[in-house]
């Protein structure tokens, strides 16, 4: 039953509508795909099969009346920074030690509502903070492709890596994820699947462990460009308990993604031709231009001056957002507590204690960018770049309708191979997705092909706000020419 | 920008983590490459330019003020470390 994993979320529900398969088997395949696979990956930090198993028997009792909902028994990840009523929430830190909501998020529930199965949490960055899972407090999730050139073991990305590993590998067919600064895209790039982040404000953030508010972004990782449109019409909504979720209707996106290209004008930014940018990354931007420029396409070049402040804006707006909403961590309304002295000790014993470093180090540069004296140097400045940034975008789209970039300025890396010496190594990763988020824009990153390293390389896309649609579009034009990846050799 | 020590601990006690001494060589040198990193933007000429406040070109929609949750005290405190009835327990703060 193993080519049950390899179905496409868009052709298990047709073979599921059509019963070739129930949804305990589908479930059933899944869960052996997931046993055998996640010591070797650790793209799960606490699996769910009791409950997938008795969703999929709800769900074989819906397809059997007809009222099958939109997902209707297929084997969903989500990311372990969406609260699950029920299931313990760790955001992979050490500070949310045996967390476990009596709530579900916004999006979880969308996903669950429409018949999806909960396979379990996976893996992440702890907070969503870092580009490689390294930072895990419950170990590094690792990426199902090699390296061909010497075999090592190589990071699925981050924030979200667990999400793209675990649907690389084929052990879900979709998982939720989230992208502050790339957290989505990235390590889709990394994994060969596709990532969409879209417009601030179209998924509710109600329910997910907050690390920056006002960049916070949940959208899903899938295998091909129609799965992300069949789960993004399901996860985002309109949720009155997020303030900054926009009441406007949801399309429906698969109905855009044979629209094709034909004399649509896609901008070429020449600030993300970066100094020392591999040859190879150049070479499929060239490539996306071409595929596009063949089905039609207007190609423009367009520029966005101020690129290269993006980056450490927004190493201030991030910092400074999670130090205000990580305050709450003090071991007195949930998860752990390491005794003191005194109350402030206790706060200092069990922050030290039950932060890593990386997450220590955000905080700290956000505590010292908002203290007395600094906050208009540093965070004020920050923000006015942030709306220059944002011009930059409003003028490129008066002239052309998408923006097409690479995803990432080079292919995935091996473990402690970034950032161990300087953390600002590991930041540079973010150079081309962090724009999105700082101007709040939808992105995507599609596969487009393989590195000299024999590794998935991605393009990514910049639409205009609420345009996914657009985004879906183009994505499929792409995902046409390059053609679907094979699925990783497997070696778990 | 170099940080020294001094700052290293009172950015540590303002943002409540406890710093080892073995701590303090390098989280000098991260802090101090992170903040170098960030002063690219005083290059660039914001004077009169409004800083952004919101991601997305919309009002928040305003709600009735009214209550329209809560009611729910035991799981409030069901994930606490340390509770007694409906409180949470904190070393005292009060002699």
Same mark, same amino acid.
């Given at each position: 039953?193993?080519?049950?994993?390899?179905? &496409?979320?868009?052709?298990?529900?047709?073979?599921?509508?059509?019963?070739?398969?129930?949804?305990?088997?589908?479930?059933?395949?899944?869960?052996?795909?997931?046993?055998?696979?996640?010591?070797?990956?650790?793209? +799960?930090?606490? &699996?769910?099969?009791?409950?997938?198993?008795?969703?999929?028997?709800?769900?074989?009792?819906?397809?059997?009346?007809?009222?099958?909902?939109?997902?209707?028994?297929?084997?969903?990840?989500?990311?372990?920074?969406?609260?699950?009523?029920?299931?313990?929430?760790?955001?992979?830190?050490?500070?949310?030690?045996?967390?476990?909501?009596?709530?579900?998020?916004?999006?979880?529930?969308?996903?669950?509502?429409?018949?999806?199965?909960?396979?379990?949490?996976?893996?992440?960055?702890?907070?969503?903070?870092?580009?490689?899972?390294?930072?895990?407090?419950?170990?590094?999730?690792?990426?199902?492709?090699?390296?061909?050139?010497?075999? !090592?073991?190589?990071?699925?990305?981050?924030?979200?890596?667990?999400? !793209?590993?675990?649907?690389?590998?084929?052990?879900?067919?979709?998982?939720?994820?989230?992208?502050?600064?790339?957290?989505?895209?990235?390590?889709?790039?990394?994994?060969?699947?596709?990532?969409?982040?879209?417009?601030?404000?179209?998924?509710?953030?109600?329910?997910?462990?907050?690390?920056?508010?006002?960049?916070?972004?949940?959208?899903?990782?899938?295998?091909?460009?129609?799965?992300?449109?069949?789960?993004?019409?399901?996860?985002?909504?309109?949720?009155?308990?997020?303030? &900054?979720?926009?009441?406007?209707?949801?399309?429906?996106?698969?109905?855009?993604?044979?629209?094709?290209?034909?004399?649509?004008?896609?901008?070429?930014?020449?600030?993300?031709?970066?100094?020392?940018?591999?040859?190879?990354?150049?070479?499929?931007?060239?490539?996306?231009?071409?595929?596009?420029?063949?089905?039609?396409?207007?190609?423009?070049?367009?520029?966005?001056?101020? &690129?290269?402040?993006?980056?450490?804006?927004?190493?201030?707006?991030?910092?400074?957002?999670?130090?205000?909403?990580?305050?709450?961590?003090?071991?007195?309304?949930?998860?752990?507590?390491?005794?003191?002295?005194?109350?402030?000790?206790?706060?200092?014993?069990?922050?030290?204690?039950?932060?890593?470093?990386?997450?220590?180090?955000?905080?700290?540069?956000?505590?010292?960018?908002?203290?007395?004296?600094?906050?208009?140097?540093?965070?004020?400045?920050?923000?006015?770049?942030?709306?220059?940034?944002?011009?930059? +975008?409003?003028?490129?789209?008066?002239?052309?309708?998408?923006?097409?970039?690479?995803?990432?300025?080079?292919?995935?890396?091996?473990?402690?191979?970034?950032?161990?010496?300087?953390?600002?190594?590991?930041?540079?990763?973010?150079?081309?997705?962090?724009?999105?988020?700082?101007?709040?824009?939808?992105?995507?990153?599609?596969?487009?092909?393989?590195?000299?390293?024999?590794?998935?390389?991605?393009?990514?896309?910049?639409?205009?706000?609420?345009?996914?649609?657009?985004?879906?579009?183009?994505?499929?034009?792409?995902?046409?020419?390059?053609?679907?990846?094979?699925?990783?050799?497997?070696?778990? | 920008? @170099?940080?020294?020590?001094?700052?290293?601990?009172?950015?540590?006690?303002?943002?409540?983590?406890?710093?080892?001494?073995?701590?303090?060589?390098?989280? @000098?040198?991260?802090?101090?490459?992170?903040?170098?990193?960030?002063?690219?933007?005083?290059?660039?000429?914001?004077?009169?330019?409004?800083?952004?406040?919101?991601?997305?070109?919309?009002?928040? @929609?305003?709600?009735?003020?009214?209550?329209?949750?809560?009611?729910?005290?035991?799981?409030?405190?069901?994930?606490?470390?340390?509770?007694?009835?409906?409180?949470?327990?904190?070393? @005292?703060?009060?002699?």
């Amino acid at each position: 039953m193993s080519e049950l994993t390899d179905l &496409t979320i868009a052709s298990a529900r047709k073979g599921r509508t059509d019963k070739e398969f129930s949804a305990k088997e589908l479930c059933e395949a899944h869960i052996k795909t997931i046993e055998d696979a996640n010591e070797g990956l650790n793209a +799960f930090i606490v &699996t769910t099969p009791e409950l997938a198993l008795a969703l999929a028997d709800v769900s074989d009792q819906k397809l059997q009346k007809g009222i099958g909902g939109e997902l209707e028994g297929i084997p969903l990840g989500i990311k372990d920074l969406f609260c699950t009523m029920g299931t313990q929430t760790t955001a992979g830190s050490h500070i949310l030690d045996k967390f476990t909501p009596d709530y579900e998020s916004t999006i979880s529930k969308n996903l669950l509502d429409a018949g999806g199965l909960m396979m379990g949490k996976l893996n992440l960055d702890e907070f969503a903070m870092g580009s490689s899972n390294e930072t895990s407090y419950y170990g590094k999730c690792l990426n199902p492709w090699k390296r061909n050139t010497d075999g !090592a073991n190589l990071v699925p990305g981050g924030s979200s890596g667990g999400s !793209a590993s675990s649907v690389s590998a084929r052990l879900v067919m979709g998982a939720t994820a989230t992208d502050t600064g790339g957290s989505i895209r990235q390590p889709a790039a990394f994994t060969g699947t596709v990532g969409i982040k879209p417009t601030y404000g179209r998924c509710s953030r109600w329910g997910v462990v907050a690390f920056a508010s006002s960049l916070d972004q949940a959208g899903p990782i899938t295998r091909t460009v129609e799965d992300a449109a069949i789960m993004l019409k399901v996860m985002a909504s309109y949720d009155p308990k997020d303030t &900054t979720s926009v009441d406007i209707e949801v399309p429906d996106y698969e109905k855009s993604l044979a629209g094709g290209v034909k004399g649509l004008k896609v901008g070429i930014p020449k600030e993300y031709r970066m100094d020392g940018m591999p040859e190879e990354i150049e070479q499929l931007w060239q490539q996306g231009i071409e595929w596009l420029k063949a089905e039609g396409a207007e190609i423009i070049d367009v520029s966005l001056p101020h &690129t290269k402040y993006a980056l450490p804006a927004y190493y201030i707006v991030a910092p400074a957002e999670a130090s205000s909403n990580l305050a709450r961590y003090d071991g007195v309304r949930y998860g752990l507590r390491v005794p003191g002295d005194d109350i402030l000790s206790m706060y200092e014993n069990t922050r030290a204690e039950g932060f890593g470093d990386e997450v220590k180090r955000r905080i700290m540069i956000g505590t010292y960018v908002l203290s007395a004296g600094y906050y208009d140097a540093y965070y004020l400045k920050a923000q006015k770049v942030r709306t220059l940034i944002k011009r930059d +975008f409003d003028e490129a789209f008066t002239k052309v309708d998408v923006l097409l970039t690479p995803t990432t300025p080079g292919p995935a890396f091996a473990p402690g191979e970034k950032g161990s010496e300087d953390p600002v190594e590991m930041y540079l990763n973010d150079i081309f997705t962090v724009t999105a988020n700082m101007a709040g824009l939808p992105g995507i990153s599609v596969p487009a092909g393989l590195s000299s390293e024999g590794t998935p390389l991605g393009l990514q896309l910049i639409g205009k706000p609420f345009d996914e649609a657009g985004l879906f579009q183009v994505a499929q034009t792409i995902e046409n020419a390059a053609g679907l990846l094979p699925a990783p050799d497997k070696w778990w | 920008m @170099k940080v020294d020590e001094a700052l290293v601990r009172r950015i540590a006690h303002l943002a409540r983590i406890k710093v080892e001494d073995a701590d303090v060589e390098h989280l @000098k040198g991260e802090l101090t490459s992170i903040l170098g990193f960030v002063d690219l933007l005083s290059e660039v000429d914001t004077d009169d330019v409004e800083p952004m406040t919101s991601a997305v070109d919309r009002c928040m @929609k305003p709600r009735p003020d009214v209550v329209n949750d809560g009611g729910y005290a035991d799981d409030i405190v069901g994930n606490a470390p340390v509770k007694d009835d409906h409180y949470f327990m904190v070393p @005292k703060v009060v002699e």
